[in-house]
């Protein structure tokens, strides 16, 4: 759905007493809390979350109505989303990952480049994972402001000047 955004990810029981490990995709992760309800990604179920503690590589949570071990594990995997307009706004140099996914991508010449299937970030900076019919396997693109000077939601496109020998 277009008006939710994709805030964090379950991975699994903490614990024995009920708590999920929970992953936040925001910006500031404590924030996820402000967002609850959360709901699953079609917006059928709905969930209320408090953070209890910090835990390697995310937090420690309780979801109210789940009350054991075999719950929170039976989540693992369950993705987290809130409204859009519950989300703050954002400066024009900055992007939820939804909005760029399915954007055309063009180079510097007007050519098609391919077209953003996911946007993936491994620790340096945020790649833009390329598919298209003239490509022989995806293409992660740095998003990074040399090489991607121009992105225009309204037009539903991306301009990029690809570091040399990329495609």
Do not use: W
């Amino acid at each position: 759905m277009d008006d939710l955004i994709c805030v964090g990810a379950l991975a699994g029981s903490f614990g024995v007493r009920g708590e999920v490990r929970l992953k936040s995709f925001c910006t500031l992760p404590k924030e996820i809390e402000a967002y609850c309800p959360l709901t699953d990604e079609q917006g059928n179920r709905s969930f209320s979350l408090i953070l209890t503690r910090a835990i390697k590589g995310g937090y420690a949570a309780r979801l109210v109505g789940v009350d054991t071990k075999e719950q929170a594990d039976a989540l693992k995997g369950l993705r987290l989303f809130a409204p859009r307009d519950r989300l703050p706004t954002l400066p024009d140099d900055e992007f939820y990952h939804a909005d760029l996914i399915g954007l055309a991508v063009f180079d510097t010449g007007g050519a098609q480049l391919g077209t953003v299937k996911s946007v993936q970030n491994h620790g340096a900076a945020d790649l833009l994972e390329l598919q298209g019919p003239g490509l022989k396997a995806t293409v992660l693109l740095p998003f990074t402001l040399d090489v991607v000077p121009t992105v225009d939601l309204t037009q539903r496109r991306i301009v990029a000047d690809p570091p040399e020998g990329l495609f």
